[in-house]
Structure formats: C-alpha cells, structure tokens
C-alpha cells in the first residue's frame, strides 16, 4: 500500500495508471469504522485500483465547531486500509491542499445548502464540495463511495457532479448501526456511556417516523415531523437541531407523503452531534441502513 503526501506525488501516482484500469475513491476524514470499512469492501469488489484519502478538512467546520478535537489515529487507520486491500491512500497536510494564496472555493447554493445542515452549520457544504473536487480533480476516479448517513452530502456531491459534467459516478451505500441502531460515526467516540445509551433515541425517532409514514398520518409531513420531535423531547440529554421530511434529491420540503422521501434528523447529546436519516425510496422500500444483519425492509406505499 503506498501511502502519499503531497499534491505531485499524488499527480505523479495517477499518471502511471493505465486506461484499462477503473479507479474507486473513498474520502475519508479518518478514525475509521464499519461503515467506512464497508465502503472499502464494496469499492475494491468494484474496481482494480483502490485509493482512499484521510484528510480533516479544515474548510468545512465553523468557527466554534470540533476541528481540533476531531478523533485521529493514522497508524490504526493505514492499518485498516491495508486489511482491506487499498492500494493507495492521500494523507495530505492542510497547507499542501490549501497553500498560501489558495481562494477559489466551490460554493453550492439552492435549497440544497440553505437548510438542515446547511442552515445549522453555515459555510459547511462551501468547505465539502471544494475538497471534494479537489480529490476528484488529483485522484481522477471513475467512481467515488459515500455513505447514506450523510444523505445531504451525497445530495450536494450529485449536483456538483451534474453541473460541471464530472467523469465519476457516485456510489451510495447503506448507513452501518451499532445494534441498538445508532449511525456509525467517528464523533460517537466523544459519548460518554450515558450519552452513548441515551443517544440511541435518534434511531428511536426515525423508526417512529416511519410508522408514522406507514400509517398514513393524517397531517402528512407536518404530522411525522412532530412525532418525531417528541420521542426526541423524551430523552433529557438530547437537544434535537431539526427533524425533517424532505425531497433527497433536492431537499425541498413535502408537501404530502410521498415516495421518494427523506426523514432527516439532527440532535446533540450531551455536547456531540449527531445526525441520521431514513429514505423512502420511489418504489416504496425503505433504506435504513444495516446493524450485524441487513433490516428487513418494508413496502411504504406512499407513492
């Protein structure tokens, strides 16, 4: 596995790859889990060069936010990727990626970036979509990896892609759970174990929403909004952000419960926080994500 840290080596690495060769990316900011190793394993199924790069990105945290605090540990992770097969992994420093003078960002705008947490953490998607396209324009893949737990990444990801005519295909895969149904993160290593239990009510919520969808709750979107907004209000040690229903696509808000549709959710717990979400996809399954066996998935007929 060979590991790079500058922006030539990186140059220097692609231009010895052959046209018959497909190459897959998994960006990372590090302090791996099961989630990221599963991106890992779909993507080296997939492709005959496997790159990932591990780089906390300084662009898109705020000013009051946990960039300095943020889990590292980049042995255990070059570890981990080596395990599953990577051949090549980015590790840049901050001023390789942003050197002196460095002020071209690419800033999505819309509806996209001006809620959830667009809305919550201004500037966010400013700092993801430019060192995405950063990576993309280095590494030059043929397919990048994301998760679904950061569904409106991936959705702003889409539209940089569209829009500026990308060569990559985007590859989606399952949110990972612990059994008791919390979204894999590197930021749940900050719970404390009884804000790690008490955690477990954003999964809680998002189930009640479901329900909610599944029987047709009266008042549409509004109704499962507020269902889950008071599971969440049950639990002392979580401050719910926002929770939402929203087109995945363009994250729109619904009028009426229809498939496809997004059950977005956001709360700290104790001082993490924490973000999920559940998709109704448009022929009325639904992805939930996969805990140690894959969730069986029910019919939503909403459409």
Not at 142 to 159: E, N
Not at 230 to 238: D, H, L
Not at 239 to 255: K, N, Q
Request: net charge negative; charged share 20%.
């Amino acid at each position: 596995m060979q590991v790079i840290t500058t922006v030539q080596e990186m140059l220097d690495a692609c231009a010895n790859w052959t046209a018959s060769e497909t190459v897959g990316l998994v960006p990372t900011m590090g302090y791996l889990h099961e989630g990221h190793l599963s991106l890992f394993k779909q993507a080296r199924a997939e492709n005959s060069v496997l790159a990932a790069s591990i780089f906390v990105n300084p662009t898109q945290f705020g000013p009051n936010e946990d960039l300095d605090r943020y889990p590292r540990d980049l042995p255990r992770d070059l570890r981990m990727l080596e395990d599953c097969g990577v051949d090549l992994v980015f590790t840049p420093t901050v001023a390789e990626m942003y050197p002196p003078g460095f002020s071209t960002f690419i800033d999505p705008g819309g509806t996209l970036t001006s809620v959830g947490e667009g809305a919550s953490r201004p500037g966010h998607f400013r700092g993801v979509a430019t060192v995405v396209l950063k990576l993309f324009q280095l590494i030059r893949p043929h397919q990048a990896y994301f998760g679904q737990k950061d569904a409106q990444q991936v959705a702003v990801i889409s539209r940089m892609i569209t829009d500026l005519n990308l060569p990559v295909s985007l590859r989606i895969l399952p949110t990972y759970r612990e059994n008791d149904g919390l979204a894999m993160s590197s930021r749940n290593a900050y719970l404390t174990p009884e804000n790690r239990a008490a955690s477990a009510i954003l999964y809680k919520a998002l189930r009640a929403g479901q329900q909610a969808c599944e029987n047709r709750v009266p008042d549409g979107p509004a109704g499962v909004v507020r269902i889950m907004q008071e599971i969440v209000a049950g639990e002392p040690r979580a401050a719910l952000d926002y929770a939402e229903v929203r087109d995945p696509a363009t994250f729109l808000s619904l009028e009426h419960l229809q498939a496809p549709a997004l059950l977005l959710i956001a709360a700290t717990v104790g001082a993490t926080r924490l973000i999920d979400n559940f998709l109704l996809r448009a022929d009325g399954t639904w992805e939930i994500g996969l805990k140690s066996a894959p969730v069986e998935q029910k019919k939503g007929n909403l459409s």
